[in-house]
């Protein structure tokens, strides 16, 4: 039953739905409550792979495979999360005070799966639901959201559950999205796998074209998705300045810079007098984009990972939080860039690859979530 009811808590939590995050919480006391270390292993693979279930499809989409090197790939992102919980959990005999040496080890295990190296497969962190139970308080919020998690692995669990219940549910009852910024505004692409990919003069033609039809009244920053402008160069440059040359726009797009050891997935801003790189990203995708081994065995290749660099950038007076794609998914960049005090969130996907999961509803429920609990603007663009 305590499988069963993690499956149904991952499933539920995550299902896109930013108000259904707060299920998400109910984990800690499945975990707790399981009997042995192996139920604990299976209470938790059980609530990763259910939150985590588009990836299999996500990949075979990606790499146009089957199924199986995706199942494949899902198996081995639980990994981390399952051993993490596996390891920290503790029979009740085994406690010296009541509850203190369980709440100690979940406490290292929430750690451990919000920062580097596990944290990087640190997906479905329950914490991601603190803006919904309680937004608008900020730091506090997240500590009254980790307070709750933390009494939920004890035998007062109840009693936590009825408090987030109480919250959640008020929450719900007067819910509304987070604003966008004035003079911002976000557009979505439908160009499927061929964004970014076409360097022709029409297609930054084509798409100088749409920037300008958005560029309505009033609007300072156009935001395009991940990878909206391909290969990020001094002639691509030159050609956007141009193209924007007589509008007082700023364009924030998602690019790639290339060199002899491999790449980085970027954040550029380009106006008719600039145009330089914003941002780069401080996690890319594992796997199929991150690929560290290529640089230990000296084969080069593989986006970098900049783990802690840039948490927030400015565009013209206005301080952001850049987060692209899978950054949108893990704990460590948001908070990160929280402690820099942004004042808008930008979030970019290119998620074409996920068509028939629910992986784009749920980047764009945890950035709502973060952007509530912070009372931060925010403004999406995402490719499909």
């Not at 975990?31 to 609530?47: D, E, Q």
Request: net charge positive; aromatic share 12%; hydrophobic share 55%.
């Amino acid at each position: 039953m305590l499988i069963v009811a993690s499956v149904a808590c991952g499933s539920l939590g995550w299902s896109g739905n930013v108000l259904a995050l707060p299920v998400a919480m109910l984990f800690p006391a499945l975990w707790a409550m399981s009997p042995s270390r192996a139920v604990a292993a299976l209470v938790s693979a059980g609530y990763f792979l259910a939150a985590s279930r588009g990836l299999p499809l996500g990949v075979a989409n990606f790499y146009s495979a089957d199924l199986w090197p995706g199942f494949l790939l899902w198996f081995a992102a639980s990994l981390s999360f399952v051993a993490v919980h596996a390891v920290a959990w503790r029979r009740k005999a085994e406690e010296g005070r009541p509850g203190i040496r369980r709440v100690v080890c979940y406490l290292g295990a929430a750690v451990l799966m919000g920062l580097p190296p596990f944290g990087i497969t640190g997906w479905a962190h329950p914490l991601t639901a603190a803006g919904v139970v309680f937004p608008g308080w900020g730091w506090w919020g997240l500590a009254a959201a980790a307070a709750g998690l933390l009494v939920m692995v004890t035998r007062f669990w109840p009693a936590a559950a009825i408090g987030l219940g109480g919250f959640w549910l008020w929450s719900a009852a007067t819910w509304t999205g987070p604003n966008l910024p004035e003079g911002w505004r976000g557009v979505d692409l439908e160009y499927g796998q061929m964004l970014g990919r076409d360097g022709a003069l029409e297609y930054h033609s084509d798409l100088i074209a749409t920037v300008r039809k958005a560029a309505g009244k009033g609007t300072r920053v156009v935001v395009l998705p991940e990878s909206a402008l391909g290969f990020w160069t001094p002639t691509v440059a030159r050609l956007w300045r141009e193209g924007l040359n007589g509008g007082d726009v700023t364009v924030v797009a998602g690019a790639a810079v290339i060199d002899a050891q491999g790449y980085d997935n970027v954040i550029v801003a380009v106006g008719s007098r600039a145009g330089d790189i914003l941002y780069k990203e401080r996690m890319p995708v594992p796997v199929s984009m991150w690929q560290p081994w290529l640089r230990w065995t000296g084969q080069g290749g593989g986006a970098r990972a900049h783990l802690f660099a840039n948490p927030v950038v400015e565009v013209g007076t206005t301080r952001i939080a850049p987060l692209i794609c899978y950054e949108q998914l893990i704990l460590w960049p948001v908070l990160q860039s929280m402690l820099h005090s942004p004042g808008v969130i930008v979030a970019t996907g290119n998620g074409w690859w996920t068509e028939g999961t629910s992986i784009v509803a749920i980047q764009k429920a945890s950035v709502t979530a973060w952007a509530k609990l912070f009372e931060l603007p925010v403004v999406m663009a995402f490719n499909t």
